[in-house]
């Protein structure tokens, strides 16, 4: 069997990191299995869908290095829904509602009073054709249940009826059927609701595996009896813990609480989100792979734990610091060829500052303060004095590692100045900034000409 999976986001906002979760599951779940992934766009809600979002989705999903070998778009697939919608209500199985909101709050409020379950009570299969037209003349409109398979012959003496699944994260699991309401699957104004579509296009499409999110779980009894009455067999199913923050809310893509796009923004490495968004909340040690072969091969859906992750970004930006320190030359070359960082200068340069940088784009400051100049810095008239002197000491050239070495030993003879009173003034004379690479590494690429241009 070819696996073939999909991720389906609604494009309503802007995907976070525990969206992305769920995307790079099944991404990698379908890499090391050789299957396909599908990216389907839930987009049946037309009033808060928005291509824009759709467009930024599929450009964060490439940023994680997720490329989809299919996308479509529930919202050019309507004659499909539409047709199963027949074919349900030619079996029996979808049937006209006509109760409010309030009426069907009403409902629930007085089982919860009885100490019931507020699951609907079918009230609408009783209805006569007549009491439906006189709904239909008060100008309600009819909104359609699926009827679940949870009785014998009377669907108002509802028995335990158990769907089982061996899913691929959590193992072996059971719902029952009769502790759930009939769902709802075409709104009054005749738009789909999540379910329907998505069985449907799983169907069409060939999905052999579902992987989401555990919020998921109670739902997939009811979607496995969908697929069951369009003639369907349903495919493996696996829920994966949920992503919150680190006080433990949700993440959501209305607020763009940790949007996948300001992680870019901000300068976080692909794939440092991709490491912690994939390894959190599971039994594998979280580190910083280099790419999705090797994030692959550490991958295990059955690690998750059942409990939800908290997500820190604090830890994010440590795996994406130890990414970018631990990068050879050849590898980020481009990128910062792309940054003006590009010459004979810029090996070394990258050498040398690489172990202090924090994200990618620190590395354009370096090379203005090597290349242009440091930045601005004052000094005490007494370091003032004591830099002039200390220029006076420079070695000649060639420069090499040991220049420093050699130079502050000299100038620490000369002034007697040594430990912090001596390296700090160099350092902001040199660079501006107070901290930062070895001056050792730095100094070779100024050159003594360009050294002596920075005397105070």
């Known amino acids: 069997m070819t696996v073939t999976v999909r991720f389906a986001p609604s494009p309503t906002g802007q995907i976070h990191i525990g969206n992305a979760r769920t995307a790079l599951f099944n991404w990698l779940f379908a890499k090391k299995a050789g299957g396909s992934f599908v990216l389907r766009f839930d987009d049946t809600d037309v009033e808060r869908s928005r291509r824009e979002y759709a467009d930024q989705i599929e450009v964060d999903l490439g940023w994680l290095g997720i490329e989809p070998d299919v996308t479509v778009r529930q919202s050019d697939r309507f004659a499909l ?48 054709d007549e009491q439906k037209a006189a709904y239909e003349a008060e100008g309600r409109k009819p909104h359609w249940r699926f009827l679940l398979p949870n009785f014998e012959s009377d669907p108002f003496t509802t028995r335990r009826t158990e769907i089982h699944w061996d899913d691929i994260i959590r193992g ?70 949920l992503l919150t923050t680190v006080t ?66 604090a830890e994010l930006e440590a795996l994406s610091r130890s990414l970018i320190q631990a990068m050879p030359f050849e590898q980020v070359a481009p990128r910062l060829e792309a940054m003006g960082v590009e010459g004979l200068l810029a090996q070394p340069f ?9 994200k990618l784009q620190d590395t354009a400051g370096w090379w203005r303060i090597v290349t242009e100049g440091p930045e601005q810095a004052e000094f005490s008239d007494e370091d003032r004095m004591f830099l002039r002197d200390a220029f006076d000491l420079l070695p000649p050239e060639p420069w090499n590692h040991e220049t420093w070495r050699i130079w502050t030993e000299k100038v620490k003879e000369r002034t ?28 070779p690429l100024l050159g003594r000409e360009g050294t002596l241009g920075r005397r105070p």
């Open 81 to 128: 829904y539409n047709r199963a919608v027949e074919k349900l209500k030619e079996a029996g199985r979808l049937y006209p509602c006509y109760e409010t909101a309030e009426e069907l709050e009403l409902r629930r409020k007085i089982r919860l009073s009885r100490r019931l379950p507020p699951i609907y009570g079918r009230e609408a299969l009783r209805l006569s």
């Open 172 to 241: 072996s699991q059971t719902v029952d059927l009769a502790s759930m309401s009939d769902p709802v699957l075409v709104r009054e104004d005749g738009t789909f609701l999540y379910t329907l579509p998505s069985v449907v296009d799983d169907i069409d499409l060939g999905i052999t595996h579902v992987i989401r999110g555990d919020d998921h779980v109670t739902n997939t009894g009811a979607q496995i009896a969908i697929f069951e009455a369009l003639g369907a067999k349903a495919p493996g199913f696996g829920h994966h813990n």
């Open 248 to 313: 433990g809310e949700g993440l959501s893509k209305r607020t763009g609480a940790l949007s996948i796009a300001s992680l870019r923004e901000a300068g976080v490495e692909p794939m440092a989100v991709a490491s912690l968004a994939v390894l959190i909340g599971t039994s594998e040690a979280v580190s910083a792979y280099r790419d999705m072969d090797e994030l692959a091969a550490h991958f295990d859906p059955a690690s998750s734990s059942k409990s939800s992750a908290k997500f820190d970004p």
């Open 350 to 358: 990258w050498n040398a500052v690489r172990g202090n940088i924090e």
């Open 416 to 443: 007697g100045r040594k430990g912090k009173a001596l390296f700090k003034p160099l350092r902001l004379a040199l660079t501006g900034r107070d901290s930062g690479p070895e001056l050792a590494d730095l100094l």
